[in-house]
C-alpha cells in the first residue's frame, strides 16, 4: 500500500518545511529502478526557493517513480553542471526542465510525458 510515507532511515537531511527527506523516493518504490530523475539545484539565499521544497513535495507525492532529489549548491556533493546559473533549476534527466519554479500544471503534464515515453521504452511494453 502506498500510502505516500518516506523512508526517513536513510542518512539523507530532511527538507526544510516539509519533513520529507531528500531520499526521493518512498520506501514502497526503493527497489524499483528509476527511470525518471528529476533534480533541484537550491540555495540558502534564494527566497522563492521555500516554494520549491512544496514544488518538490507534490512531485514526491504525486510520481513517487521519480528519483527526486534537492542539491544545495552550497554543499553539493558533486560538481554542479554548466547549464545550472540560478536557482531554483530544475533537471529532468539531466536536462534544463525549469528556471525558477514551474506551474503545478506543468509538473504534472511535464512528468506525466516523461512517465510515458520511458514506459513505451521498456521491452515488455514494446511492439515488436
Same mark, same amino acid.
Given at each position: 500500500?502506498?500510502?505516500?510515507?518516506?523512508?526517513?532511515?536513510?542518512?539523507?537531511?530532511?527538507?526544510?518545511?516539509?519533513?520529507?527527506?531528500?531520499?526521493?523516493?518512498?520506501?514502497?518504490?526503493?527497489?524499483?529502478?528509476?527511470?525518471?530523475?528529476?533534480?533541484?539545484?537550491?540555495?540558502?539565499?534564494?527566497?522563492?526557493?521555500?516554494?520549491?521544497?512544496?514544488?518538490?513535495?507534490?512531485?514526491?507525492?504525486?510520481?513517487?517513480?521519480?528519483?527526486?532529489?534537492?542539491?544545495?549548491?552550497?554543499?553539493?556533493?558533486? %560538481?554542479? !553542471? +554548466?547549464? *545550472?546559473?540560478?536557482?531554483?533549476?530544475?533537471? @529532468?534527466?539531466?536536462?534544463?526542465?525549469? $528556471?525558477?519554479? %514551474?506551474? !503545478? +500544471?506543468? *509538473?504534472?503534464?511535464?512528468?506525466?510525458?516523461? @512517465?510515458?515515453?520511458?514506459?513505451?521504452? $521498456?521491452?515488455?511494453?514494446?511492439? +515488436?
Amino acid at each position: 500500500m502506498n500510502d505516500g510515507s518516506v523512508d526517513n532511515s536513510s542518512a539523507h537531511e530532511e527538507w526544510p518545511h516539509t519533513g520529507l527527506s531528500n531520499a526521493g523516493q518512498s520506501a514502497e518504490h526503493s527497489q524499483s529502478p528509476q527511470l525518471i530523475k528529476v533534480e533541484i539545484y537550491v540555495a540558502d539565499h534564494c527566497h522563492v526557493c521555500d516554494y520549491t521544497y512544496e514544488v518538490a513535495a507534490s512531485i514526491q507525492r504525486d510520481f513517487p517513480e521519480v528519483a527526486l532529489e534537492i542539491i544545495d549548491m552550497a554543499a553539493p556533493q558533486r %560538481p554542479i !553542471p +554548466e547549464v *545550472v546559473f540560478a536557482t531554483p533549476t530544475y533537471l @529532468l534527466n539531466g536536462h534544463v526542465w525549469s $528556471l525558477g519554479n %514551474p506551474s !503545478p +500544471e506543468d *509538473v504534472h503534464t511535464r512528468l506525466s510525458e516523461a @512517465l510515458t515515453q520511458t514506459t513505451s521504452l $521498456l521491452p515488455e511494453n514494446r511492439n +515488436e
